[in-house]
């Protein structure tokens, strides 16, 4: 398991089990310590089913090991679509760890890519809605942008460049 899984994994076991915040240890990769960025960490069950995903499009932390044991532990407690992951749970996880690039503009939906490029659709007034890429089921810019405007919240009616804001980020994906 490499170190982004391994410090995700440790997070959310600690956390879970005795309700303690890990420090990141010091025998990280170097990049971890050291860079910042944003982070989703997804938590699945063995059978491929989700199971928790919270994550940071922008660095919220000192550094990404940080950001690994916050979201990790976020992903485990507090995603609204699922009650807290209970010990009993914790054999049966599998993570992934994303670290995003920052997020640049795009100004037309015909520029997505959803394999390719994850999508943060926002608005003026702050709602945003973000989907990783290359989530199984989402295969055109069409479903991706859909996805992005319901999880913000916003309306059909609302869609149009003087309203929204899209932008388009990579990932380093770690599974």
């Known amino acids: 398991m490499d170190a982004y ?3 995700a994994k440790k997070s959310v076991e600690n956390y879970v089990k005795k ?3 890990i420090s990141p240890p010091p025998n990280l990769p170097k990049e971890m310590l050291t860079k910042k960025a944003g982070v989703f960490v997804s938590l699945h069950k063995k059978s491929g089913e989700l199971r928790g995903c919270i994550g940071t499009f922008l660095p919220t932390k000192p550094n990404i090991a940080q950001e690994i044991i916050v979201n990790a532990i ?6 609204p679509r699922f009650p807290p992951v209970s010990q009993e749970e914790l054999k049966e996880l599998t993570y992934s760890v994303d670290i995003l690039s920052a997020p640049k503009d795009v100004l037309d939906i015909k520029d997505l890519n ?3 490029y994850g999508l943060i659709v926002s608005t003026s007034d702050g709602r945003r809605g973000l989907l990783l890429p290359d989530i199984p089921g989402v295969n055109t810019p069409q479903e991706q942008f859909q996805i992005c405007c319901f999880k913000a ?3 059909p009616e609302e869609i149009s460049p003087q309203k929204i804001r899209l932008q388009i980020f990579t990932v380093q994906r770690h599974k």
């Open 5 to 7: 899984l391994n410090l």
């Open 19 to 21: 309700g303690k915040i």
């Open 74 to 79: 976020s992903a485990a407690t507090n995603d």
């Open 114 to 116: 959803p394999k390719k």
């Open 153 to 155: 919240g916003i309306s």
